[in-house]
């Protein structure tokens, strides 16, 4: 069992920036991929980006460019620093982990607001 912890949500201004921040506890020897899902409400669960344990990372092409994930393997942890952020970048985002073993878990989310 994988547990996800999220920090780092809020509220900024078109073209501000913020961190997002995910902490994985237990299993973390299996994680293989870890990353950012997004949702908003009536809309299905995108991919924003991940990156996996040979440090290959996937990018949402909306985001390419502004939003750069890195991953402490050893940690277990994972960042997504997000600049220029974009009032279309509102939503729910939502820390992802796939294991090799154990299928996908996911955190509670986190709320990112923003504004024109």
């Known amino acids: 069992q994988v547990r996800l912890v999220e920090s780092g949500g809020g509220a900024v201004e078109t073209g501000g920036s913020l961190t997002l921040s995910c902490t994985a506890s237990g299993g973390r020897s299996n994680i293989y991929d870890m990353g950012w899902y997004r949702q908003g409400r009536g809309t299905q669960r995108e991919l924003v980006a991940t990156l996996n344990r040979p440090g290959e990372a996937k990018y949402a092409d909306s985001v390419k460019g502004r939003f750069t994930i890195s991953r402490d393997v050893n940690k277990g942890t994972a960042s997504l620093q997000m600049n220029s952020l974009k009032v279309e970048d509102t939503d729910t985002y939502y820390c992802?982990?796939?294991?090799?073993?154990?299928?996908?878990?996911w955190g509670p989310g986190t709320q990112v607001t923003v504004s024109s």
């Open positions: 992802y982990v796939g294991t090799y073993r154990f299928g996908d878990f």
